[in-house]
């Protein structure tokens, strides 16, 4: 387990130094992934979808131990209603709490899912960059067998989703921040130079 807690230590410096990517968040899945046995990690990302705002969970980053197959190459995975499949994990994730269960104990649609994919058990933790915001979530599977998860490994998700959520934040900061550069520059630009 130190081996783990050391890959999430050295995931939060690799997420906030270089900030979360595609390289970068394969790469922090890899190492915490792979230090704690698991067979996939993946980073979701939740948005609001077209005119009528309609809440989408879309993959982004994704992780998994050879032979098993990347969850990127599941369609599904990209912008599907996490809603409709886990009506109670999305509650429980709007609320900041862990989702941790066997596969055979999920709700029937995404135990559907999950069984399509080869997934034996999942863990789930959000990722929430601000008290009033729920941006995603890290998840990890075990695809050959039921896993119970121990309360130290779900220290190490909830580890692994802080990181996350500091880059996303930093990420959000430097957007704003060039934003308000942008708009200066342009309110500069129009302003006419008057003369002596």
């Known amino acids: 387990m130190i081996e783990a807690f050391s890959k999430v230590s050295e995931a939060s410096k690799l997420l906030l130094e270089k900030g979360l990517g595609p390289s970068t968040g394969m790469e922090a899945l890899r190492m915490v992934g792979h230090a704690l046995g698991v067979d996939r990690a993946y980073i979701l ?43 109670g994990w999305v509650d429980m994730l709007e609320a900041g709490m862990v989702v941790a269960c066997p596969t055979r104990d999920a709700p029937p649609t995404m135990k559907d899912l999950l069984e399509r994919q080869g997934t034996q ?55 704003s921040l060039d934003q308000v550069r942008n708009s200066l520059r342009q309110a500069v630009s129009r302003t006419p130079v008057s003369g002596p």
């Not at 939740?46 to 990127?72: H, K």
């Not at 998700?157 to 930093?170: E, M």
Request: hydrophobic share 40%.
């Open 45 to 87: 990302e939740n948005r609001v979808q077209g005119t009528y705002g309609r809440f989408i969970t879309d993959m982004r980053y994704a992780w998994a131990e050879p032979p098993t197959p990347s969850p990127l190459a599941n369609p599904v995975m990209r912008a599907f209603s996490f809603r409709e499949f886990a009506p």
């Open 121 to 175: 058990s999942i863990l789930l933790c959000p990722i929430n960059p601000s008290r009033q915001q729920w941006w995603g979530m890290v998840a990890f599977e075990d695809c050959r067998r039921p896993r119970a998860w121990k309360p130290e490994e779900v220290t190490l998700l909830k580890s692994l989703a802080r990181a996350v959520a500091a880059s996303v934040r930093h990420g959000q900061m430097r957007s």
